[in-house]
């Protein structure tokens, strides 16, 4: 079970003002719907797999109101407790990623982050190791 992106309100133009300057001109009508995700704090969706099944995840993180403040971002792949990453991502890069999520869905239907976003998320996950 997806988040519904069908259901998503447009956050207010108060709060879209903040973040325009981040994103280029193509990205700003999908914005006040990226906002409004990203102001709900999680989702859930699904990792496309080539050739196999989905994996449904659960993606969670904190929220503020300041697009260059850095938050801690959180996935949790539903079939395996071990398969939990996390990472520090800058706010407006994280919405970014939410927009590029919209987009995708539009043509998809499928809620899942784009590819940059798992290169971040793993690249972080190995600097640790």
Not at 48 to 66: D, H, L
Request: aromatic share 12%; net charge negative; glycine share 4%.
């Amino acid at each position: 079970m997806s988040t519904n992106l069908k259901e998503l309100r447009p956050a207010s133009k108060s709060d879209v003002i903040m973040y325009m300057p981040y994103y280029t001109k193509d990205k700003h009508r999908v914005l006040p719907l990226a906002i409004s995700l990203y102001q709900q704090g999680s989702l859930e969706g699904e990792r496309q797999i080539e050739g196999g099944e989905n994996i449904i995840f659960v993606a969670s993180w904190g929220v503020s109101s300041i697009p260059s403040e850095s938050t801690r971002c959180a996935l949790q792949f539903e079939r395996d407790a071990e398969f939990r990453y996390e990472m520090t991502i800058e706010n407006s890069k994280l919405v970014d990623y939410l927009i590029d999520m919209i987009i995708n869905y539009d043509r998809t239907k499928v809620v899942d982050f784009p590819r940059n976003f798992y290169r971040e998320l793993l690249n972080f996950v190995d600097e640790k190791a």
